[in-house]
């Protein structure tokens, strides 16, 4: 998100494991609270910010331009203007991005199936100790 120093660990440290392989290329390009879930929410539709901040909860304008911005220096998200007054900008899935939708629909299945299996063993757990 902020600038980091080309000399830092940090830095060095990134560099060196997204050349690593590619999970680590992928997990720094999707990284974050919100990205996938705007790719998410992106898919099958153009969304304008408005649109895009309505269908995520609680997410700043400042964090999801940041992201959005990122996203599309990542080719992942593309920002269309329209010659407009007011201009409109509306964003939409690159096919790069595309691709990745089975990944995170099969992502959202394996969460929701965890989930359960954690929150029965949160209510096991409880009934254990009863």
């Known amino acids: 998100m902020g600038k980091r120093k080309p000399t830092s660990t ?3 440290n990134r560099e060196t494991l997204i050349d690593f392989c590619g999970m680590v ?21 153009t969304l304008r910010f408005s ?3 309505k269908r995520l909860p609680n997410v700043s304008d ?7 911005q990122e996203l599309e220096k990542s080719g992942l998200v593309i920002r269309t203007v329209h010659a407009e007054v007011p201009a409109r900008v509306e964003y939409h899935l ?13 992502l959202e299945q394996w969460g929701l ?10 209510e ?5 100790q009863s």
């Open 25 to 45: 290329y992928a997990v720094d390009i999707l990284g974050g609270r919100w990205k996938l879930l705007i790719l998410y929410k992106l898919e099958g539709r």
């Open 113 to 122: 199936a965890h989930r359960d299996v954690m929150e029965k063993a949160g």
């Open 51 to 53: 649109e895009l901040k």
């Open 124 to 128: 096991l757990s409880v009934a254990i």
């Open 94 to 106: 690159s096919e790069s991005a595309r691709q990745l939708a089975p990944v995170w629909k099969q």
């Open 10 to 12: 940090n830095t060095i």
């Open 62 to 68: 400042r964090m999801l331009t940041l992201h959005l």
